[in-house]
């Protein structure tokens, strides 16, 4: 993969997307982990002043905030921090949310409170809003629906795990965070790959050659057909009228 190619094709394509919509600039979460971070290198190349990261924890793991300053800090990227923790606890609250309810239906509140600040600010500074979305988990359904969707666009969805680790390192991510075990945040010790039932290795040759192990093509192909709702905008009935 040509790094700097691919770099400057991303930039110009989000350049002359915020421009046909009459925005100014780009907003997006700073999680801590290498997708948001190398969303956040490609929205200062293309946008310097005018891209804003938001750090939104959530009764998250600490590390993962002072990773995301870490970011932050080695890109030149203006930040600002909003605790989503209160939130969370009303939201929880008023639903109201029993102890039986199904985990991850109430982990997945998080990255929908999370989209639902992202849209704000966007709104306030008329930005378009970046998504973290990679391919890998595009294809998997690895995203949360109304989450990690509600955005405008999504810079990174042509690119599986291994060639976003690439750029990472090209784009000037920290070490650090380039090596940690990637995870959604959704509950402490989560982790993708335990998630998925698979290796990102395993899966990103799957997707780049459709050589893989049965079990493996398996894997993907029930994650794949499962989620395919995720992937499709809102069936509406053909009426005959």
């Given at each position: 993969?040509?790094?700097?190619?691919?770099?400057?094709?991303?930039?110009?394509?989000?350049?002359?997307?915020?421009?046909k919509a009459g925005s100014r600039g780009v907003v997006f979460g700073l999680s801590g982990g290498i997708d948001s971070a190398?969303?956040?290198g490609l929205a200062v190349r293309?946008?310097?002043?005018?891209?804003?990261?938001?750090?939104?924890?959530c009764y998250s793991d600490p590390t993962d905030a002072e990773h995301a300053q870490l970011c932050a800090k080695a890109l030149?990227?203006?930040v600002i921090t909003v605790d989503l923790n209160r939130p969370f606890d009303a939201l929880c609250q008023a639903?109201?949310?029993?102890?039986?309810?199904?985990?991850?239906a109430v982990a997945n509140l998080k990255p929908r409170l999370r989209m639902v600040t992202l849209n704000y600010y966007a709104a306030e500074r008329n930005a378009l809003v970046l998504g973290g979305t990679n391919l890998s988990e595009w294809?998997?359904?690895?995203?949360?629906?109304?989450g990690d969707t509600g955005v405008d666009l999504m810079p990174i969805a042509g690119l599986v795990k291994r060639?976003?680790?690439?750029?990472?390192?090209?784009?000037?991510?920290?070490?650090?965070?380039?090596?940690?075990?990637?995870?959604a945040g959704l509950w402490l010790g989560q982790t993708d790959e335990q998630e998925m039932g698979m290796t990102y290795e395993q899966l990103d040759d799957y997707i780049l050659t459709g050589n893989a192990d049965p079990s493996v093509r398996q894997t993907v192909e029930r994650l794949e057909s499962r989620s395919e709702h995720k992937r499709r905008s809102p069936p509406k009935p053909e009426l005959d009228l």
């Amino acid at each position: 993969m040509n790094k700097q190619q691919v770099v400057d094709q991303i930039v110009a394509w989000l350049q002359d997307y915020v421009r046909k919509a009459g925005s100014r600039g780009v907003v997006f979460g700073l999680s801590g982990g290498i997708d948001s971070a190398v969303v956040a290198g490609l929205a200062v190349r293309a946008f310097r002043d005018e891209a804003l990261g938001i750090i939104m924890p959530c009764y998250s793991d600490p590390t993962d905030a002072e990773h995301a300053q870490l970011c932050a800090k080695a890109l030149g990227l203006s930040v600002i921090t909003v605790d989503l923790n209160r939130p969370f606890d009303a939201l929880c609250q008023a639903l109201p949310v029993t102890d039986e309810a199904p985990r991850l239906a109430v982990a997945n509140l998080k990255p929908r409170l999370r989209m639902v600040t992202l849209n704000y600010y966007a709104a306030e500074r008329n930005a378009l809003v970046l998504g973290g979305t990679n391919l890998s988990e595009w294809i998997t359904g690895y995203f949360t629906k109304h989450g990690d969707t509600g955005v405008d666009l999504m810079p990174i969805a042509g690119l599986v795990k291994r060639q976003v680790r690439e750029l990472a390192a090209y784009l000037g991510v920290p070490k650090v965070i380039i090596d940690k075990a990637p995870s959604a945040g959704l509950w402490l010790g989560q982790t993708d790959e335990q998630e998925m039932g698979m290796t990102y290795e395993q899966l990103d040759d799957y997707i780049l050659t459709g050589n893989a192990d049965p079990s493996v093509r398996q894997t993907v192909e029930r994650l794949e057909s499962r989620s395919e709702h995720k992937r499709r905008s809102p069936p509406k009935p053909e009426l005959d009228l």
